[in-house]
């Protein structure tokens, strides 16, 4: 096959894909927000076995429009409001397609100058919109978990460094006893983490929390050296941001470790009017946050920050003959991967498309949707069950609590908006967030509507 042949294959299959994904984005307002069992039924072409002989990338893209496309889930428009799900900014659409081409691996330098240089300045303009200490480590990882992974991983080097022990030599077996204290509320994935670490589940000293769910300063413990505190910004039911400042001084006095899991909650800083929520975040100790939440970024991408970034590196880094050029410390270095894609690029296009101020305006008009959204559903008859700070809005129906599933059911299979049940303060619950930079206030007008409609069909 001759080269220019080879050109020719990629050239048409690119040029489809992104007509087809151009028709995707057009239909987007208008299609359903999960796909009908019609639509579903779309999926069976693709039970085959392993084929024999290959398929023409230009039908493979067209078989994925046809029946793949109808059988997303349009996390990508207005109306989706499960999980705390951002949309895919225009600038990270379109950086996506070079990026296929470019096919880079975010590994070092050498593996890949744009990438190192972009993810370089990424980290700048991340510790700037956050207000972080400049020296902070910035790792672009696959999200909030893996970012709590990079920096549980470093705290816990640094703590037992402390104590005499190197625990990427000497393992966890008989290492010196650390102390973790976790919010009540802690996301689960945070406690995935400290699984993954070896540090267990079972060492959590529980802190209590008030009624939205933020850790309660005057019930905090009698800190000491050997404590790593994991504290959260963004409660993923409530949105409540913890009282970080405060845990952070106390653990100042002691030198504890002071951890924030700010998977969506972070960005609050990043706006004027919201920024006074998280005050004194900025004294903790380590930091994450996602790109494909609030930011808009596609998925997967996530940011591990960390005050100390010789921490960071000693628990992450690689070397190989193959790698002992390496003119500084590379991406390997400060993360799990050897082999990595070029996702800080993304993080990189999505504060260039926006800038400080297009960020901060993205926050506010989130926060502003979640007020009308709360205000509807009380004119509704519906009861909010949090204080609606920032995102995230929690509701149930008084009189027919132990039924929200079918109204959370009614609305999903009437395509018209998707958002998920939970539980709060031990009541069964809906919970609707707002983290698109696609949604509009019509978006909440169309699926209070949705509600209204449910809500009726049921003779609530
Ligand atoms: C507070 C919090 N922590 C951690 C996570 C996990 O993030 P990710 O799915 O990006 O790993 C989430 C996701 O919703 C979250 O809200």
């Known amino acids: 096959m001759s080269v220019q042949h080879k050109l ?11 007509e087809y994904a151009i028709e995707y984005l057009e239909q987007l307002d208008r299609m359903r927000v999960s796909p009908s069992v019609e639509q579903a039924k779309l999926l069976d072409v693709f039970d085959e076995s392993m084929p024999p002989q290959g398929m023409d990338a230009n039908e493979i893209v067209q078989l994925l429009h046809k029946h793949g496309s109808p059988n997303t889930v349009a996390t990508a ?28 691996i975010g590994t070092t330098h050498f593996t890949s100058p744009i990438t190192s240089k972009l993810e370089s300045v990424a980290s700048d303009w991340i510790l ?10 910035v790792g672009f990882v696959t999200g909030t978990t893996m970012g709590n992974f990079v920096c549980l991983a470093a705290a816990r080097h640094f703590l037992l460094a402390r104590l005499g022990w190197n625990v990427e030599t000497q393992g966890l077996m008989g290492c010196p006893l650390i102390r973790v204290l976790a919010s009540k509320e802690v996301h689960f994935t945070v406690k995935k983490v400290l699984a993954l670490l070896g540090i267990g589940t079972n060492i959590i000293e529980p802190l209590e929390v008030d009624d939205d769910g ?10 000491d050296d050997r404590c790593l ?31 924030v899991d700010g998977a969506f909650g972070l960005w609050a800083a990043a706006s004027e009017k919201k920024k006074k929520l998280i005050q004194g975040f900025e004294c903790a100790d380590s930091w994450v946050t996602d790109g494909h939440k609030w930011l808009n970024t596609p998925y997967d991408c996530g940011i591990a920050i960390c005050r ?48 400080k101020d297009g960020v901060a305006s993205l926050i506010d008009r989130n926060c502003e949707q979640a007020n009308r959204m709360a205000s509807g559903l009380k004119d509704l008859g519906f009861d909010v069950l949090n204080a609606v700070v920032l995102n995230q809005v929690v509701a149930t129906f008084p009189s027919h609590e132990d039924q929200i599933d079918k109204l959370v059911k009614s609305v999903v299979d009437s395509g018209e908006a998707w958002f998920g049940v939970t539980e709060w303060q031990s009541r069964s619950a809906f919970r609707i967030s707002f983290s698109s930079w696609v949604t509009t206030l019509d ?15 049921l003779g609530w």
Not at 327 to 355: H, Q, Y
Request: glycine letters at 8%; hydrophobic letters at 45%; one cysteine or more.
């Open 8 to 18: 020719n294959l990629s050239k048409t299959a690119i040029a489809r894909s992104s």
């Open 77 to 104: 428009g207005g109306r989706y409001f499960g999980l705390v799900v951002g949309g895919s900014l225009p600038a990270c659409a379109g950086s996506r397609t070079l990026m296929a081409a470019w096919d880079q």
């Open 128 to 137: 700037d919109i956050f207000s972080l200490p400049k020296q902070s480590s």
């Open 214 to 223: 933020a850790i309660d300063i005057d019930k905090l413990p009698t800190l």
């Open 229 to 259: 505190i994991l504290t959260q910004a963004g409660n993923v039911n409530s949105g409540a941001i913890d009282p970080i400042g405060a845990i952070a001084a106390e653990a100042k006095k002691v030198g504890a470790w002071v951890h």
């Open 308 to 355: 100390n970034a010789e921490a960071v590196h000693n628990s992450m880094s690689t070397t190989a003959p193959y790698f002992a050029a390496a003119v500084d410390i590379d991406a390997k270095d400060m993360m799990p991967e050897l082999s990595r894609s070029a996702r800080g690029i993304d993080i990189w296009a999505a504060l260039k498309n926006l800038g």
């Open 443 to 457: 978006d909440v007008e169309t699926t209070l509507k949705a509600i209204k409609k449910a809500k009726q069909k």
